[in-house]
C-alpha cells in the first residue's frame, strides 16, 4: 500500500470514528468504557478531531478537483459519482460548520436534513467505493492506450 492511500485510509478512519463520535453512541454501546477509549465519548473533542480532519479532507478535495478538472474528458462514470458524493459531503459539512457559527440558525428541520443527508452521503460513497473495488472499475479515470 503506498504511503499517500495509506494516511488516507487513516484519514478516513479518523473521519468516521470522531464522525460517528458526533452521535452518543461510544457511551450509550459502552465502547468508552473500555481501557484507552473513554477519549471516544468526549464530544468537544472528536468534535474538534471531525473539525481538523475535515480541513485536512478539504485540502486534498480542493488538489484532487484540480487534477480532476485538467483530465474532465477522462473520467468514468464511477468516478462522476464518487466526485458528486464528495461535493455533497463537503456541501453538507460545510453547511454544519456554517450552523455552528454563534450567530447562525438553520432551524431543527433544516439541521436534521443536513445531518441525515451527510450521514447518507459518506455511506453511499462507501458503498459506491466498495462496488467499484469489487467490479474492477475502482479508477476515477480511464487510462489512456
Known amino acids: 500500500m503506498r504511503t499517500r492511500t495509506l494516511l488516507f485510509a487513516l484519514l478516513m478512519a479518523a473521519m468516521a470514528i470522531s464522525g460517528f463520535g458526533q452521535m452518543p453512541i461510544f457511551k450509550r ?38 487534477r480532476l ?16 458524493l464528495w461535493a455533497l459531503i463537503a456541501v453538507t459539512g460545510l453547511a454544519r460548520v456554517t450552523k455552528n457559527l454563534p450567530d447562525m440558525h438553520l432551524g431543527p428541520e433544516l439541521t436534521m436534513a443536513v445531518d441525515v ?29
Open 29 to 66: 454501546y459502552y465502547i468508552a468504557d473500555i481501557p484507552g477509549m473513554a477519549w471516544t465519548a468526549d464530544y468537544y473533542f472528536t468534535h474538534m478531531m471531525h473539525y481538523a480532519g475535515g480541513a485536512i479532507l478539504l485540502a486534498l478535495l480542493g488538489h484532487a478537483a484540480v
Open 117 to 145: 443527508t451527510h450521514l447518507a452521503a459518506v455511506m453511499l460513497l462507501g458503498l459506491t467505493a466498495l462496488m467499484a473495488r469489487l467490479l474492477g472499475r475502482g479508477e476515477y479515470l480511464r487510462v489512456e492506450e
Open 69 to 84: 478538472f485538467a483530465a474532465a474528458g477522462r473520467v468514468t462514470l464511477s468516478g462522476w459519482l464518487r466526485i458528486g
